[in-house]
């Protein structure tokens, strides 16, 4: 194989990244040079694409799509376009929530022209009910996922212990005050209702709510992600399982505490206007104790076993006609019916001894 023919193989070896083409490699291989970037940002990129087929057809060359066939079976949804241009180095990228120019310094007054072309459909995102946002990372690029979660009409009386109650007042008064800053901590033991009750709190929200996995967690200061909160101020952004997030300093070598301070109560707060509600699972002993300062903390609340009495009622509540002898969680009395899997573990030696 000659060299010649090595070197397209790499060239195209790289035209791709983990989604689809990566516009930047396609127009740096088309024209031979890197491109500068105009970024409109939100847009009805839908829309926005349609009108410049229709009214600019002339000026098309090639058009790339993506496509994922929706899991609701109602057709496709497009989630990539890319617009090749006749006789100007110029590319359009539409995605989800914006639109890339990519173009020469030359070609600056064509960037414009096609700045104003798709200018009118920039759009104030709304939220809708029942949804999050999921924070990905897709080409070096934070962007957000809108995704619906499941609906969850929550009688908390009947779901939780009597003191959760003004808990929940407080969090959804604070949640719901616009360019306000704190942090909201929720833990205890697995199953005992902490993501039942973010589904609950999430539909009640004004505001719109960032879903940050524990792994992305640790760059939420960084400039990618700083960037897209400038894009979404005044928002809830929620860590699951935070136990990594949260850790005391004094005990591990953790940035995400430093990067949760500022977030929650520092300079970044008051340009920002986050909030952060964090779930994890052990004790409130185990996090920073920075993380609990008056004025930084908005709530914080442990999830516990119901009650007998309380199991009890939600039990009957849910159909069982089982006697309950045993604090019980939400996830136990729930699913009672259904077989237990887990393994008991035997101690031997001197322990099993003084326990004998």
Known sequence: MENKDLHQIALHANLCDDYYIDPKALYLQTHGKMPSISSIFPLDFSKAFEWFKKNRAEWIEDIYTYRNYKRSGKGYETERIIVLLKNAPVMLFFAPDYVDILHGENDLALAEELTANVKPFRQKQKRKAHEINL????????????????????????????????????????????????????????????????????????????????????????????????????????????????????????????????????????????????????????????????????????????????????????????????????????????RNFEVKKVQIGFRAALQS
């Open 135 to 338: 924070v990905v990372q897709s080409g070096g690029t934070l962007r957000l996922r809108s995704m619906e979660i499941k609906r969850t009409k929550l009688d908390l009386g009947l779901y939780y212990e009597p003191d959760f109650e003004d808990i929940d007042r407080v969090i959804l008064k604070r949640l719901n005050t616009s360019k306000d800053k704190g942090l909201v901590l929720l833990h205890g033991k697995p199953g005992t209702g902490k993501t039942t009750y973010l589904r609950h709190l999430t539909g009640r929200l004004k505001k719109r709510v960032l879903f940050v996995s524990p792994a992305l967690a640790q760059e939420i200061t960084g400039p990618s992600f700083i960037e897209l909160l400038i894009s979404y101020p005044n928002s809830v952004l929620v860590i699951e399982d935070a136990e990594n997030v949260l850790a005391d300093r004094a005990q591990t070598e953790n940035s995400s505490v430093s990067n949760l301070l500022n977030l929650s109560d520092g300079l970044l707060a008051d340009c920002l206007n986050v909030q952060v509600v964090c779930t994890f699972n052990g004790a409130l002993s185990r996090i920073d104790s920075a993380l609990l300062r008056k004025g930084r903390l908005i709530a914080q609340y442990e999830f516990r076993e119901l009650s007998i009495p309380k199991a009890q009622r939600l039990s009957a509540h849910l159909g069982f006609d089982t006697l309950i002898d045993r604090p019980m969680s939400i996830a136990e009395i729930a699913n009672q019916h259904e």
